[in-house]
């Protein structure tokens, strides 16, 4: 069964930091893009980032820009997104997802994403 799990989330004061993890099983990650998208309470889906498995080119939402950063461990068959100097903004479900069949990615449409996660819940609250 080919499936993405996330983990990492939690309660973190603003300014703290948080890594996500996004592990595939029954297919490897290698040759596939990976991308992050999150969810805000009363808000739509956007893509906060994403990883690229061609030349490992990545993308990033405007307003996480130096404070995101996306790395792949293949060994580990995961997608980290580390996430610092977090602020209440940042509240969301957040999510991983892969096209399966493409090695590249985008954040402005997540309907060429085929597999998602189940979502872990980051929550940036003093």
């Known amino acids: 069964q080919v499936q993405l799990v996330e983990s990492g989330g939690g309660l973190v004061q603003p300014g703290g930091s948080l890594r996500l993890s996004c592990t595939a099983s029954?297919?490897?990650?290698?040759?596939?893009?990976v991308a992050w998208f999150r969810q805000a309470p009363g808000k739509e889906r956007e893509g906060v980032s994403c990883?690229?498995?061609?030349?490992?080119?990545?993308h990033y939402k405007d307003s996480v820009k130096g404070r995101f950063t996306i790395t792949r461990d293949n060994g580990r068959n995961t997608v980290y997104l580390q996430m610092n100097s977090l602020t209440i903004e940042d509240t969301a479900v957040y999510s991983c997802?892969?096209?399966?069949?493409?090695?590249?990615?985008?954040?402005?449409?997540?309907?060429?994403?085929?597999?998602w996660g189940q979502g872990t819940r980051v929550t940036v609250s003093s």
């Open positions: 029954g297919f490897t990650l290698d040759n596939v893009a």
């Open positions: 997802a892969t096209p399966l069949v493409s090695s590249d990615c985008g954040l402005d449409d997540d309907r060429y994403l085929e597999l």
């Open positions: 990883i690229s498995s061609t030349d490992g080119s990545t």
